[in-house]
């Protein structure tokens, strides 16, 4: 079996200011049909699932899956991936970067092609040691 490719490499927009100028134009560019997508997460995303179901919403598919799943484990996620591998999609830009962490992975992260973060918060700095 041929060793899989790398994945490329992610672009990350800082919006320092957080200018509506980046947002605007992220969800301007939106247009699935041409194989654009922005993932624009919700204020109140506070769940993995959650942050799923944006993903299918901004894929233009239904974002609430039929169906009986056990507790806490809709295939969301599973249902997301495979519409990214299956639509052609050209171009991913996730809004508000700065909100996904280890326990709200992004499957964007993980795709083709490679997507775009739009952090619209400063970067977090270090703190300087108490004395």
Avoid at 30 to 55: K, V
Wanted: hydrophobic share 35%.
């Amino acid at each position: 079996m041929p060793p899989a490719r790398p994945l490329p490499p992610v672009t990350v927009v800082l919006d320092r200011h957080d200018d509506a100028l980046y947002t605007h134009t992220a969800l301007a560019a939106h247009h699935p049909p041409s194989g654009r997508i922005t993932l624009h997460p919700g204020p109140g995303t506070t769940s993995e699932t959650g942050l799923a179901h944006d993903h299918l919403a901004a894929l233009g598919k239904p974002p609430l899956l039929p169906g009986r799943f056990p507790a806490g484990r809709q295939p969301a996620w599973e249902a997301a991936a495979a519409w990214m591998t299956a639509l052609p999609v050209s171009r991913l830009t996730v809004l508000r970067a700065h909100r996904l962490t280890a326990r709200r992975p992004c499957c964007a992260s993980h795709c083709r092609p490679a997507p775009t973060f739009e952090q619209s918060s400063r970067p977090p700095t270090a703190r300087s040691p108490r004395r």
